[in-house]
């Protein structure tokens, strides 16, 4: 038995591994980072078996970062065929132990470990610097297939992580076209939330909104084909959409600092960030982020950070695995009461 913990950041279509060695200044082992379909395993534990097999190792633990909610020891994934047991994957790999975090829960911890080139500074203001010395209350967003939000306390060297299903709030908007938007998106939906529009499916939503107020039809399909006709500029209501989802992202962005109390910052992360980042850097992002009306000022002064990093929940994953003082506190319902 090794000294490595397995790590696994499991999502609706694909499930990413790595290991971690307690102790290293790199988190993540060398080139042990592999991607497998879920579609191509029955269970976690089948693809995670799997993994250590084709490595030859043994891990001595576990921790896997999972899309949804979870008490640390099950979980069921709206987009995932797979019912998750910790209990079970730790006995069938033979593991001292196994445990689930929340994949923004997992982000958060992993924050403090980015290096500078992992980072895209979106404003006037640098992000954080994570010391024993300053306590740093930071916030976590990210669009992706639905929309996550993470919280990390960090103070005198320990941290504790939140998980939230923060995405789940109700959207509120904040002008006559967004107003019109939630009421076109509240005639197919029971209950309109920030996800329903900040997600990949969301700029799907937002785009066919747009369609019908202008009064054309709409004619992609897919939110990766109205990114694409946005940056192309081939597209106006596209390019509208891609504007729109942008401001409402950096509005809801600045609603978690005053909500949370995150002073420190927020790091937007996941699938989509990346291909926003064109869109993130202009002016109309920031301006959002700080329209608070009578609180403008604070948020003038609260730094915001794109998360580059390719990897960046196996990280998080990694630190909750291999360092000591890293807590989750973690939803105490049993998934499926939500």
């Known amino acids: 038995m090794s000294d490595l913990a397995l790590i696994a950041d499991v999502g609706g279509t694909n499930v990413r591994f790595a290991l971690a060695r307690p102790g290293s200044d790199d988190i993540l082992v060398p080139d042990s980072i592999a991607q497998f ?9 089948a693809a995670a078996d799997h993994y250590v097999r084709d490595r030859g190792v043994r891990p001595v633990n576990a921790v896997f970062a999972v899309a949804g909610l979870t008490d640390g020891l099950t979980a069921v994934m709206t987009n995932c065929p797979w019912s998750i047991s910790a209990e079970r994957i730790a006995e069938d790999l033979e593991l001292e132990s196994a445990t689930l975090v929340n994949d923004f829960a997992a982000l958060s911890a992993g924050i403090p470990f980015l290096r500078a080139s992992a980072l895209r500074v979106l404003g006037p203001l640098e992000p954080p610097i994570f010391d024993d010395s300053t306590a740093r209350v930071v916030a976590v967003i990210g669009p992706g297939t639905g929309l996550g939000v993470g919280m990390l306390i960090h103070r005198g060297g320990e941290a504790i992580v939140l998980d939230t299903e923060g995405g789940h709030v109700a959207f509120a908007p904040t002008t006559p076209e967004e107003l019109e938007v939630l009421r076109l998106l509240a005639t197919r939906f029971e209950r309109v939330s920030n996800e329903r529009l900040i997600s990949g499916p969301g700029l799907l939503n937002i785009y066919g909104a747009m369609c019908v107020m202008d009064g054309v039809a709409a004619t992609l399909t897919t939110p990766a084909r109205v990114s694409e006709a946005a940056t192309r500029g ?18 809801i962005a600045g609603d978690l600092v005053m909500t949370y109390g995150a002073w420190d910052g927020v790091y937007l992360a996941g699938g989509l960030i990346t291909v926003l980042l064109p869109w993130l850097e202009r002016e109309p992002f920031r301006a959002r982020f700080e329209s608070k009306g009578r609180i403008a000022e604070a948020l003038v002064d609260v730094p915001t950070t794109a998360v580059i990093h390719a990897q960046a929940g196996l990280l998080g994953a990694g630190a909750i695995a291999t360092r000591d003082r890293i807590t989750p506190l973690r939803w105490q319902g049993k998934p499926g009461q939500a």
Do not use: P
């Open 234 to 251: 081939s597209n106006v209501q596209a390019e509208r959409a891609s504007e729109l989802f942008v401001e409402i992202l950096g509005a």
């Open 37 to 45: 379909s879920v579609a191509s395993f029955a269970s976690l534990a």
